[in-house]
Structures are given as C-alpha cells and as structure tokens.
T-cell receptor, first 113, second 114 residues
Framework: AQSVTQLGSHVSVSEGALVLLRCNYSSSVPPYLFWYVQYPNQGLQLLLK??????LVKGINGFEAEFKKSETSFHLTKPSAHMSDAAEYFC???????????FGKGTTLSVSS | DTAVSQTPKYLVTQMGNDKSIKCEQNLGHDTMYWYKQDSKKFLKIMFS???????INETVPNRFSPKSPDKAHLNLHINSLELGDSAVYFC?????????????FGDGTRLSIL
C-alpha cells in the first residue's frame, strides 16, 4: 500500500536560508508524487508534481523537488526562504488505483527575520 | 473566478443535527473528492466521484452521504452530527481519476460541533 512519511513536523529557518522539507514514500507501483502548501484558513495549493520523466521538478514560488527512486524520496527545496513561505507543507502520493491522494502528516515551515 | 468553491466556509451546529456542505467546480473536471482534515492537520480521503459515480468510499460512517447531481457538483450530507465530526472538510477536483493529474482544492468548510 502507498504511504508517505514527512520527516520533521516543524522546520524553522531564517529568511534567506535554504529550505529543505523531507518526504519519503512507499509505493507498490511507479509513484505519482505531489507537494502542496496550505496557508492559514485556506485550501491546499499545488506546488509541484512528479509523474514521469525528469526527476528534478520545478514548481511555483521558487520551489523544486527531486525524485530519487533509489532512496524513495521526494524532498522539497528552495534556495532562499522568504517570510511569505511560512505555511504548512504536505507531500502526497496517489493511491494504487489513482483514485485518491495519500498525504503525509505535514511539515510546518517557520521563517524568521 | 474560483475554481473549486465550497459553502459554507464555517458551520457551527449542535450534536444530533443534520447538515450539508456544498461544492462546485468550474474546471470541467471529471472527478471530485471529499477529504477530512482533523485537528492535527492530517488529511484523509473520504469519497471520490468520477462522472457522478462513486469510485471510492473509505471507512466513513454511513451518516456521511455524498450526492452528485451533476459532474460539477459534489455535496456532502451529514446526519446525526457527533463531536468527533468537528474538522475541516475539503472538496477537490481533478481532470481524471487516474492519479497523475493534480487535485485542485477548495478553501474548506470548518465544521464545529457544540
């Protein structure tokens, strides 16, 4: 069965520092992977997705993620954090039938000035 | 234009009541979903509909019943509300139900049971 583990429920960085949010997945089929961001009292917004092809995926707001099959990882990075990046981040994988997303427990990103 | 819209945004009611949450998408998508986000922010699928047909129904109490009058709408009706139903409910849609297209989410309905 598919599952997602996000290491670190809370990550704190300084403005301008590298952001690294970790995601490991388990999948019995080639995975479709997604990162979403949730701002307070809002819905989830897609940051980026990996389905097939290039393993380095670029998303919105300067984020990118690299699919590493050998490590079953899909970590999210941003070279330089901005105050506006403070939010909840969710990694997700499509279930085997492709009928739903299975989410990790989320990582809260805090950015200090 | 809002792609996936849910109403109401907030819903406060008492135990035992029946309530409905409405969802509409204007993206022309074939598949719609309901997710529940608990107090620890964990998101879990409840229902998935493809072209008005139920394709997934996770272990959800039968007090919860989804209704899809047409491809653009998926409403959630909840009978005999319980304290444990307090959560944020998100509606989402995707172009297909194959899993490789991203899902687009509404802003959520925060349900509070008194």
């Amino acid at each position: 069965a598919q599952s997602v583990t996000q290491l670190g429920s809370h990550v704190s960085v300084s403005e301008g520092a590298l952001v690294l949010l970790r995601c490991n997945y388990s999948s019995s089929v080639p995975p479709y992977l997604f990162w979403y961001v949730q701002y307070p009292n809002q819905g989830l917004q897609l940051l980026l997705k990996y389905t097939t092809g290039a393993t380095l995926v670029k998303g919105i707001n300067g984020f990118e993620a690299e699919f590493k099959k050998s490590e079953t990882s899909f970590h999210l990075t941003k070279p330089s954090a901005h105050m506006s990046d403070a939010a909840e981040y969710f990694c997700a994988v499509s279930n085997q039938a492709g009928t739903a997303l299975i989410f990790g427990k989320g990582t809260t990103l805090s950015v200090s000035s | 234009d809002t792609a996936v819209s849910q109403t109401p945004k907030y819903l406060v009611t008492q135990m035992g009541n029946d309530k409905s949450i409405k969802c509409e998408q204007n993206l022309g998508h074939d598949t719609m979903y309901w997710y529940k986000q608990d107090s620890k922010k964990f998101l879990k699928i409840m229902f998935s509909y493809n072209n008005k047909e139920l394709i997934i129904n996770e272990t959800v109490p039968n007090r919860f019943s989804p209704k899809s009058p047409d491809k653009a709408h998926l409403n959630l009706h909840i009978n005999s509300l319980e304290l444990g139903d307090s959560a944020v409910y998100f509606c989402a849609s995707s172009q297909d139900g194959q899993g490789h297209q991203p899902q687009h989410f509404g802003d959520g309905t925060r349900l509070s049971i008194l």
